[in-house]
Nanobody, 114 residues
Framework: QVQLVESGGGSVQAGGSLRLSCSAS????????MGWYRQAPGKRRVMVAE???????KYEDSVKGRFTISRDNAKNTVYLQMNSLNAEDTAVYYC????????WGQGTQVTVSS
């Protein structure tokens, strides 16, 4: 199992920005495709962005053009830059391995007020 820790969430007003970080200790993330997911209250968890080991990215339609996923292999960290946030982005955000079973971390809460 790869233990992942998400950070960087918070409360912002609509139109604001946040950068989420996902780090791991004891495991090298660079070999994995990684994803950012979110779960809004009363809804199922969905993927919003993914990045392959080679750096290719993919986004869920509602965040295209606003969110950017990136990775810094030297820091063993994956990021999610979120711009132009709106109330619909309010959720708990998680990172996890893509295509490989792994336990979920605690996530980080993002709250956007309109």
């Amino acid at each position: 199992q790869v233990q992942l820790v998400e950070s960087g969430g918070g409360s912002v007003q609509a139109g604001g920005s946040l950068r989420l970080s996902c780090s791991a200790s004891g495991s090298i993330l660079s070999i994995y495709a990684m994803g950012w997911y979110r779960q809004a209250p009363g809804k199922r968890r969905v993927m919003v962005a993914e990045i392959t080991a080679g750096g290719s990215t993919k986004y869920e339609d509602s965040v295209k053009g606003r969110f950017t996923i990136s990775r810094d292999n030297a820091k063993n960290t994956v990021y999610l830059q979120m711009n132009s946030l709106n109330a619909e982005d309010t959720a708990v955000y998680y990172c996890n391995l893509r295509y490989t079973a792994n336990a979920w971390g605690q996530g980080t809460q993002v709250t956007v007020s309109s």
